[in-house]
Each structure stands twice: as structure tokens, then as C-alpha cells.
């Protein structure tokens, strides 16, 4: 249960970064958002690691760590990048797809999980999808970009997993190492500017500290449960989002949105009963 409950939250925690995200993105080129919120993530986790200090993992596992955090980064301007360009109906439904990585890695390692299980990991994916579409008709811009985005974030939970076998804190440090640099030279690329208005940066921030603390939550839940359960688990994030953007932009929430929160809730209910 308590990999359930760690999975929601880093569910809930990526959608109000992903929110914050997408609002930053609209001010500020995205790979300069992703560059300086997973920065802000970095500093976040080694003040946490210096105040617990726990103990060092091997130079392996630091290794998957740095792994995890370059395939999450090439997922996470993808994913910014496929919103700007085309519709939250085809692109974040993709990039949810993600979590059937870590499920097929699950599947070879012969840990398959029950049937009332599986059967919520449809449901859960599905309603997801469904609460991440746009009312109306889509342009399918950004399909590509949103394929990108399923691979990095499904390489991002198999390798962070992994990863935080010996030790989350450790693990989501490594994953920053590899990200941080990574999406900087990306923004010095492109001619991206780093230096923010105030409420951009604070925006930027926000979603920093909820994607590192989304990350230490899934790392923690992998260790408890099925990494391929959490992951689902988290891929819930367009719940969060799109429900933000109702409440707070005053987004339409159309009638299938609506059922596939439903849908979700529901899956979830069997996730946790299996």
C-alpha cells in the first residue's frame, strides 16, 4: 500500500511541476525552463543530502543515477517542446505512455503483477489519457516530440529505479547531475536566455522542487512495490495538470475529460486492491 500511496503523490506532485512548467513556458523558452527548474531540483536534494547524509552508493549505481537523469531530461524539453507546438489531446497521452517501459521491464524480470492489478493499470492509464485531451479537434504537431517524450520518461522510471536500489536521496542527486548539465548546454545551443522576470523564475522554481520531490517519491515507492505499478501511478500527472488548468486558467473541462478522471480513480482503486 505504501508503494500505492508514494506513486500518487509523485502522480500529483509531477502535475503541479508539469502546471508550473507549462506556465513558465509560456514566458521563457522551455529548454531554458527545464535547465533551470531541474537546477533549482539539484540544490534542493544536495541540502537534503547534507543535512541526512546518507551513505554513499557505489560508483554504479551513480552511474544509472546520471542515466536516468539524461534520459529524463531528453524526455522533459521534448514533452515542453511537443506542448508548445501542438495539442495537450495528442501530446501528453503519448508522453504517459512512458510508464509501459518500466511495465515490460517488469514483464522479462518475471514480475508480473495480478490480474485486478494489470486491469487497473489499464484503466488508470487510459483515464489519464482521456483527462489529458483537449475538447474539439487536435492538430497531430508534436506527435513525434510526444513519442520522444514517452521514451525518455519511461528510460527516466526504469533507470531511477534501479538507481535507488541503494539509495533514493543518492540516486535523485545523480539524476540531477546528468540532467542539469545536460539542459544547459542544450539552452547555450539554441541561444536561450537564463535570466527570467520574477514571477517566470518563481514559477520555475515551483516546478523544480515538485519534480525533485516527485522524483524522491517514486524512488522510494519503486523500492516498495512493482517499479511498473509506481509508474503508472505517477503517470497520472495530466490528472493534476489538466485540473489545475480548469480551476485556476478556467479551462473547459469537456464530458470525456471528466470520465477519464473517473476511469483513473477507478483503476486506481484496483491497482491498490490487487
Known sequence: MLAVVLGLA???????????????????????VVALSQAAGLVVALVALGVLRP?????????????????????LVAFYRGLAIGAMSIVAPIS?????????????????????????M?????GASLTASAPGPASRRGTGLAVVAALGFGGFFALLAQAAADG????????????VPLALVAAG??????????????????????DASANLMFAYGSREGLVSVVAVLGS????????????VLHERLGRLQA????????????????
Open 10 to 32: 509523485s502522480g500529483l506532485s509531477w502535475g503541479v511541476a508539469d502546471f508550473f512548467g507549462g506556465l513558465a513556458s509560456r514566458r521563457a523558452a522551455a529548454v531554458a
Open 55 to 75: 551513505e554513499v552508493p557505489p560508483a554504479s549505481q551513480l552511474a544509472i543515477g546520471v542515466a536516468a537523469g539524461i534520459s529524463g531530461a531528453v524526455g
Open 96 to 120: 504517459a505512455l512512458g510508464a509501459l517501459v518500466p511495465l515490460v521491464v517488469d514483464l522479462v524480470g518475471g514480475h508480473v503483477p495480478s490480474g485486478l492489478t494489470l486491469t487497473g
Open 122 to 126: 489499464v484503466l488508470a492509464l487510459g
Open 168 to 179: 533514493p536521496l543518492w540516486a535523485l542527486v545523480a539524476a540531477r547531475c546528468g540532467s
Open 189 to 210: 545551443a539554441v541561444g536561450a536566455t537564463l535570466v527570467l522576470g520574477r514571477t517566470t523564475l518563481r514559477l520555475v522554481v515551483g516546478a523544480g522542487v515538485l
Open 236 to 247: 497520472l500527472y495530466p490528472v493534476a495538470t489538466v485540473a489545475l488548468a480548469a480551476g
Open 259 to 274: 470520465a477519464g478522471a473517473a476511469t483513473a480513480l477507478l483503476g486506481v482503486v484496483l491497482i491498490a486492491a490487487g
